[in-house]
């Protein structure tokens, strides 16, 4: 049996959902899990894996790779961690109104329309909130500055405009949780992500 399958049937049995396997050239073997995504439950509401579900599968994989003879010097199981991949339409599914970042495989190009739109025909990365609509995805953001903290917001100044981008699974190199951290303890107010 294939390794991918062997870690996948063991995962999956365990009651976890495989994100990600990693083999490094020094022998690592990195296995990636979290929690089965139920649908309709937003993102945060959920128990996020813990060390002892780490330990679990760990314990297991071991046991499984002994038997099937597998190579390896070091594995590593872990969560997903803030910066989660996205790889699959049920990944997109799941982190609907998150902020994510996603990289193109090829830049905008002269002919979309992104000159008109304030945004560079080269451009390939770019962080804004995900949304599903009819067509697909899309990602929506504002170019415009943070106010600085303290600072007033006049209540006559006009809206931001706000930039969207529609996009396809063929059309992303990468797509990943965008890692934002508050450390104040207290939720962030919800403001249009700025593009990176």
């Given at each position: 049996?294939?390794?991918?399958?062997?870690?996948?049937?063991?995962?999956?049995?365990?009651?976890?959902?495989?994100?990600?396997?990693?083999?490094?050239?020094?022998?690592?073997?990195?296995?990636?899990?979290?929690?089965?995504?139920?649908?309709n439950?937003?993102?945060?509401?959920g128990?996020?894996?813990?060390?002892?579900?780490?330990?679990?599968?760990?314990?297991?994989?071991?046991?499984?790779?002994e038997?099937?003879?597998?190579?390896?010097?070091?594995?590593?199981?872990?969560s997903?961690?803030?910066?989660?991949?996205?790889?699959?339409?049920?990944?997109?599914?799941?982190?609907?109104?998150?902020?994510?970042?996603?990289?193109?495989?090829?830049?905008?190009?002269?002919?979309?329309?992104?000159?008109?739109?304030?945004?560079?025909?080269?451009?390939?990365?770019?962080?804004?909130?995900?949304?599903?609509?009819?067509?697909?995805?899309?990602?929506?953001?504002?170019?415009?500055?943070?106010?600085k903290?303290?600072?007033?917001?006049?209540?006559?100044?006009?809206?931001?405009?706000?930039?969207?981008?529609?996009?396809?699974?063929?059309?992303?190199?990468?797509?990943?949780?965008?890692?934002?951290?508050?450390?104040?303890?207290?939720?962030?107010?919800?403001?249009?992500?700025?593009?990176?």
């Amino acid at each position: 049996m294939a390794l991918q399958d062997v870690i996948v049937q063991t995962v999956t049995g365990l009651g976890y959902e495989l994100v990600e396997t990693e083999r490094s050239a020094g022998g690592l073997l990195r296995v990636t899990i979290d929690l089965p995504w139920l649908p309709n439950m937003p993102y945060g509401q959920g128990l996020p894996v813990t060390v002892e579900d780490c330990e679990k599968v760990t314990r297991q994989l071991q046991f499984v790779l002994e038997v099937e003879g597998t190579e390896y010097r070091r594995l590593e199981v872990a969560s997903p961690g803030i910066d989660r991949p996205l790889r699959n339409a049920q990944d997109l599914q799941r982190f609907v109104g998150e902020v994510i970042d996603i990289t193109l495989k090829v830049p905008l190009g002269a002919g979309s329309g992104a000159a008109e739109a304030g945004v560079s025909a080269n451009r390939k990365k770019f962080r804004g909130t995900l949304e599903l609509v009819d067509t697909g995805w899309q990602i929506v953001w504002s170019d415009a500055p943070e106010p600085k903290p303290g600072a007033r917001v006049s209540k006559k100044r006009p809206p931001v405009p706000m930039q969207v981008l529609g996009f396809t699974l063929d059309e992303l190199r990468e797509a990943r949780l965008a890692p934002l951290v508050d450390f104040r303890g207290k939720k962030a107010p919800q403001t249009a992500p700025t593009a990176i």
